[in-house]
């Protein structure tokens, strides 16, 4: 993606293993490599750093970011890992000017982009539901981009509240407790409810199903939509659409960062717009912390990644 970029200097790359550092150098060959992030970060000062690490480090390696007057940082999912970490995170961004983009790069597929259009925009009436299971996967290394999908297909509408479940034994992954089976139910401000489900093999995979008062529209392969209404079935192909590629939705996140360094217009995956989606995958497990409903915007301060509170007890 930087490689790409044509108008980035690919200064340093950190990792703490010598091994996957060495095999970046060798694909990529940026021109320092550090197994240190803050010496690389004091001894370069980069404009842009992509973190790449685990939930957990996500904080301290943004905070050393901000120390060290780096512009904008393009930080996976999920965010960070705790509440108490989403308001630090947040608090130091409207401090120090840092900008802080999320990869949540799904929002760039034309598929995505076309579903929005069409649910949103009501081709299947008003929308009432969005579903997936993650097909095993967990709520937040992979659900992350389906909690944001969802409000993307709601138009960016703000969530109010989430009731989640887990069944947490000895599962880790990440660096931190992963679930063995969990489902989060919630409601956008608009009226749609979305239910996610994780950690069972699914029959329909990864595919999302948006149902609306007039109609349904499934995203299958996250390339192709099939729209039922009362028109009959429309199909849509985006295999072959340019933009569908693994690298155009990393090179189109990177253009949104350097015109929000050059214009000041936050994109639709800066944190301001993305932070509701966070508030939401956090919500979920902390519903099931606590055994009750979770309203939003979350008021909570726990400071450690939830599910390993659920992991304790059930004595993992
Ligand atoms: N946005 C996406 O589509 C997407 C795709 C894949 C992975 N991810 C996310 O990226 C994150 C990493 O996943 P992965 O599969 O690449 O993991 P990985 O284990 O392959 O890579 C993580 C790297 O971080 C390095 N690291 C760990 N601690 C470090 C430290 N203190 N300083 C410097 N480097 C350190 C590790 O040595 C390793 O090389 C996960 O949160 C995952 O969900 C996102």
Redesign the pocket.
């Given at each position: 993606m930087y490689r790409r970029a044509g108008r980035v200097d690919l200064a340093a790359a950190?990792?703490?293993?010598e091994e996957?550092l060495a095999a970046f150098q060798e694909k990529f060959a940026a021109r320092r490599a550090f197994s240190d992030?803050r010496q690389m970060l004091e001894q370069v000062r980069p404009a842009v750093v992509s973190i790449?690490?685990?939930?957990g480090?996500h904080r301290e390696m943004i905070e050393a970011c901000a120390s060290a007057g780096v512009k904008a940082v393009i930080c996976?999912?999920?965010f960070v890992a705790s509440p108490a970490d989403l308001t630090a995170v947040r608090a130091l961004a409207e401090r120090s000017g840092l900008r802080i983009a999320l990869?949540h790069?799904r929002r760039y597929l034309p598929a995505m982009q076309r579903a929005v259009e069409l649910f949103h925009g009501g081709a299947v009436g008003r929308p009432t539901l969005c579903f997936a299971s993650l097909d095993g996967w967990d709520l937040s290394?992979m659900g992350s981009h389906w909690f944001d999908l969802f409000r993307f297909f709601n138009g960016d509408a703000a969530p109010l509240w989430v009731m989640g479940q887990a069944r947490v034994t000895n599962q880790r992954g990440?660096g931190h407790a992963m679930e063995d089976h969990a489902v989060a139910v919630f409601e956008f401000a608009n009226g749609c409810r979305g239910v996610l489900e994780a950690g069972r093999p699914h029959p329909g995979g990864f595919n999302i199903l948006l149902a609306g008062s007039d109609g349904t529209i499934r995203i299958l392969e996250e390339n192709t939509l099939s729209v039922d209404s009362c028109d009959g079935r429309r199909v849509e192909l985006f295999a072959d659409h340019p933009g569908s590629g693994w690298e155009a939705m990393w090179d189109h996140l990177l253009q949104d960062v350097l015109s929000w360094l050059d214009t000041g217009r936050e994109p639709m995956t800066g944190l301001g717009n993305i932070s509701p989606s966070v508030e939401l995958n956090l919500g979920a497990y902390i519903s099931a912390v606590r055994g009750d409903r979770v309203d939003l915007p979350l008021q909570d301060d726990t400071s450690e990644w939830p599910v390993e509170i659920l992991a304790r007890r059930a004595g993992g």
């Open positions: 950190a990792d703490i293993s996957n992030y790449c690490t685990y939930v480090l996976e999912k999920p990869c790069i290394e990440f």
